[in-house]
């Protein structure tokens, strides 16, 4: 575990929470990211037809699973970020590419999104979305997110969520940009969407809670981010890495909000290789 020091903490006062938690106005030519994901998904998808499987009778309750050419090595499972209010998993199937090309099954879940979900349900949907892509692919599971995705992804392995069964199988899980203590959203425009409470907040704030001990964790974010999110990063780090978890900080020099993921597209990208550690 490397020591996080305290200026990498970026403990800045946030005397705006709404600007705290803003990302697009910040990264140039935001929208053009978008954009290139959803073609580059397109494209993937049209390239390597996934088979769509359902963990529940609502529309967005679905994940899209990718298979290699080979025998399965095991499955990853990538959560998409929105702040929990946006986008869909195939807007990100391109980052199923890699993976795959390195023997792992890849599932891409959906979840209802907010207001018409809270986020306790997201968090349940994504644990069924988790088991039954459990139950699909044997061998070892890894599990990743971004932004709200890395929350989730990290709600995961928190005690009483997942069933024992499919716990005790995952090696690895990776939040990217993750936001882990859900407190300061409640001071923000986002939460009248997400209609968190205290309560909530505090249920659904992995930092809050007791982590399994089963799995590694990395904590990753850009090092050009905005330095809530490297706070919410580091944080996560040093408060699981007190409770016992094997768990890394990483800081990505030059990477920005959106263009972090980029590293699990490329087989020499350092988050592809840190989730495919044995």
Known sequence: MR?????????????????????????????GFITRWTEAAASFRAAYPPVTHHYGTGPRQYFDLFMPDGASKGLTIFIHGGYWRRFSPREFSHLARALRDAGQAVALPSYTLAPEARISQITDETMRAVCHAAGLVEGPIRITGHSAGGHLATRMMCEGVLPDAVASRVVQVMSISGVHDLRPLLNTEINQDLRLTLEEAMRESPALLLPRKTARFVAAVGGDERPEFIRQNDLLANIWHGAGVEIEAMHLAGLHHFD??????????RLLQKILAD
């Open 260 to 269: 972090v993921i980029e590293e699990l597209e490329r087989p020499d990208g």
């Open 3 to 31: 020591r996080i020091h305290a200026d990498e903490a970026a403990m800045v006062k946030i005397t705006d929470f709404d600007d705290a938690y803003q990302n697009g106005a910040y990264i140039p030519d935001a929208d």
